[in-house]
């Protein structure tokens, strides 16, 4: 196909994803906004969906597909020289050349299956009407905590002016990779998103939100609403602009009892797939809740493609509790990249074995850890491309 030069009113030429993608450029309506993003369309001439994309669908593959959560980040030297001269993570979070740069750095040094946006879940909540900072002791803090109705009336629907760098930086991924991996985009859930809204930034007790289950039951339903309408929007934004999977972090689903979870997490998260489903039927859809051991099925039975597993729960449990027409992610431990060549390869192969030959995306079980050795995640990439399902089947 014959490339097309598209100028934006940023000055980023759009030659090279025409050129490498077969995208054709359309204008996309946005509420609240005139952010203009290029939406993939097929690849011409029978290309091949990335080994990723073919594995979360359950297509026959060789091997796992090999990508790692947090694989962007303080454990590669190449972060930390960029870090220094830019030391605040809004901005290299929020600036769509420092976006591109940071999210190829492992694809640079490894080449892994799934190349994910660098980004933060609370990235979308200014679109939204929430305003926040990232301290780098404290972590996130929100302005004006979420705690009545008429603060949750305020917040409006998804101005994706406010994240128009999002857009820009998915599909200038894209054109890098070059369909030899899959680009990831992901979002927090609604209830992982509302712990911060409504506890004013991190916590490790819950103690506010948890209470609003029972004294507050209308606002928090409206709230999580709310988010999960964002979300869904934010999502479709994403495969837009060129993200051909996207995660959902549930992160702090796993902090309720699974009866709660079913009526705080579950039916939003649900509400978010459906929705995407419908306009978006093949694109792959990971959702991901850390410390879910006991929500598997639930988790499963969301509609997602792939359900992450963490490391806390064995991958042959998992796998049998897991609906056979859903595909597994994960789950080796992150600790294991500290350990020797041959703890990591057992570790791995274990993994592959467990998952059962097909319908998994090879992963930690949580993210890359900071001061994890560089040689240890080569390790493990190397390795996943190396064992196929044959060569674990002989063990």
């Not at 980004?119 to 780098?136: A, Q, R």
């Not at 493609?305 to 509790?321: E, H, L, P, Q």
């Amino acid at each position: 196909m014959t490339g097309k030069t598209i100028l934006r009113s940023d000055g980023i030429c759009r030659s090279a994803v025409l050129r490498h993608l077969a995208f054709k450029p359309i204008a996309v309506g946005m509420s609240r906004a005139t952010a203009v993003v290029v939406k993939a369309q097929p690849a011409a001439g029978g290309m091949q969906d990335p080994l990723m994309v073919r594995a979360a669908r359950g297509e026959k593959v060789e091997r796992a597909p090999c990508w790692m959560m947090r694989q962007a980040g303080r454990y590669q030297k190449s972060y930390r020289e960029l870090a220094k001269k830019h030391p605040s993570f809004r901005e290299r979070s929020e600036t769509t050349e420092l976006i591109v740069e940071i999210s190829l750095q492992p694809w640079n040094s490894f080449r892994p299956d799934g190349v994910i946006l660098f980004s933060d879940i609370l990235t979308p909540l200014p679109g939204i009407g929430v305003n926040f900072d990232i301290d780098d002791n404290k972590g996130p803090i929100i302005d004006t905590p979420i705690r009545s109705l008429e603060q949750v009336k305020q917040l409006h629907e998804m101005d994706f002016g406010k994240v128009d760098f999002v857009g820009r930086a998915l599909t200038q991924l894209r054109a890098e990779v070059n369909n030899q991996a899959a680009v990831l985009g992901f979002v927090g859930s609604p209830w992982t998103l509302a712990t911060y809204l409504i506890e004013g930034g991190s916590t490790s007790l819950y103690k506010t939100i948890k209470t609003m289950c029972f004294s507050a039951p209308d606002v928090l339903d409206a709230l999580l609403t709310k988010l999960a309408d964002a979300m869904a929007a934010y999502i479709k934004y994403q495969i837009r602009a060129g993200a051909q999977c996207v995660q959902i972090f549930d992160s702090w689903g796993g902090q309720l009892p699974p009866r709660e979870w079913e009526k705080w997490s579950g039916p939003y998260l649900k509400r978010i797939i459906a929705s995407v489903k419908a306009e978006y039927p093949t694109v792959p859809l990971t959702l991901y809740a850390n410390g879910s051991g006991g929500l598997l099925e639930r988790l499963a039975a969301t509609g997602a493609d792939v359900v992450g597993v963490d490391w806390t729960t064995d991958m042959s449990d998992a796998r049998r509790r897991i609906d056979s027409n859903v595909s597994v992610q994960g789950n080796v431990d992150p600790a294991i990249l500290f350990a020797s060549k041959d703890a990591i390869e057992d570790a791995v192969r274990d993994c592959l074995r467990k998952a059962g030959g097909n319908r998994h995306i090879l992963n930690l079980g949580h993210g890359v850890l900071v001061g994890t050795p560089e040689e240890g995640v080569a390790h493990m990439f190397d390795l996943s491309k190396r064992l196929t399902y044959a060569d674990v089947a002989q063990i």
